[in-house]
Each structure stands twice: as C-alpha cells, then as structure tokens.
C-alpha cells in the first residue's frame, strides 16, 4: 500500500516504514503529525482524489530538524568586467518516518495537522487536547496589541488653490520725469 501526498509544494510516494525528508514542519523530534492532503492512495482500491480524497491521511513520526546540504550558486554577471558572486543556501528539513497510512477516519484520528513553518492545528477539540498544552496556552495568551483609533473628524487640508502666474515684478510707478529742456 502506498499514498502520494502533497507538502511544502512537493509531492511524496510514501510506504508505511520510509524514512524521507520535506520541508521544514513547525513539530518536534518525537511528535507524531498527520498529513491530510493525500491526492492517491492504493490498498484494496487505488483512490484518485480531485483533488484531495476527504478522510483520508498519512501519519509520520518526526525524527529531527537539519538543514540540507549546501548549495552554491556561481553568477557571472558580464564578461570582461570581473564582476562575479557566490550566493550559497542551506534549506531547513524535517525528516519523519512514515508510521501509517489511513485510507478513512482521519479526522477522528487526534494526531495534529503538519503545516509547513507555520505551527500545527490540532483536530482534537481543545478541551480534550493534553499532548499540545504548552501550544494552546501560549498561542491563546498572546492577544494582539490594542490597536490606536483613528480620530472621528480628521481635519482635511483645505483644497489646493490654483496659483496664480507669477506676474511680472512690479516696479514702484517711477515719478514722471520731465523732459529735459535744452534750452535753459
């Protein structure tokens, strides 16, 4: 029996047993989480989702948090010029060992919902959950800071008045002069 399910935007061909490496899972090494976006399984029947099959799931122990190899990227920008530059990157992992494959009933299951780096959701209602206290203590606590009120009368700028051309310097009106008589 095998299942291809779908996390971290890659897809998986996983046995119950195998041992594999996705992108990184906010989970600890020791928790068990579920997958529910199972796209085949096979069994009795091969199962087809469209695209996800409703109830079924894959659930896998996480084993630790690494970091993949590194990977290193050479870019040369322009010949002649010598401009060259290595960029490196280490993706964060999470390897799980696959435990079981469900084909129905996972949402009755209790095992919390793997999401990628982003925390887990538990499909056990709250009261009931004891394996995640620490979680839904801390995540509950936390309220977000009070956010400032905007006042009701924001006084607007009053609207721009159309300038108008600069006119030319006015001189102060010079006294007439009179005209010069030559024949003093």
């Known amino acids: 029996m095998f299942a291809v399910l779908k996390t971290g935007g890659k897809q ?3 046995t119950s ?3 594999l490496k996705v992108e990184k899972l ?3 090494a020791g928790q068990v989480v579920q997958f529910n ?3 085949m399984i096979t069994g009795s029947k091969t199962t087809v989702g469209s695209p996800l099959i409703k109830g079924a799931a894959v659930q896998a122990e996480v084993l630790a948090q690494i970091r993949g ?3 290193i990227n050479f870019v040369k920008r322009r010949r002649k010029h010598g401009s060259q530059r290595t960029k490196g990157h280490r993706q964060y992992l999470t390897v799980l060992r696959v435990t079981e494959i469900l084909e129905t009933g996972a949402e009755n299951s209790g095992v919390i919902t793997a999401l990628n780096g ?3 959701v538990s499909t056990v209602p709250k009261d009931q959950d004891k394996t995640n206290d620490k979680l839904s203590k801390t995540s509950s606590s936390v309220e977000p800071a009070a956010v400032a009120k905007k006042p009701a009368a924001v006084a ?3 609207a ?3 300038k108008k051309p600069a006119a030319a310097a006015k001189k102060p009106a010079a006294a007439a002069k009179k005209p010069v008589d030559d024949k003093k």
Do not use: N, R
Request: no cysteine; charged share 35%.
């Open 17 to 19: 047993g195998d041992v």
């Open 118 to 120: 982003a925390g887990f």
């Open 12 to 14: 998986y061909k996983v």
């Open 37 to 39: 976006d199972i796209l």
């Open 156 to 158: 607007k700028k009053p």
């Open 26 to 28: 906010a989970a600890d």
């Open 160 to 162: 721009a008045v159309a």
């Open 69 to 71: 190899e590194k990977v």
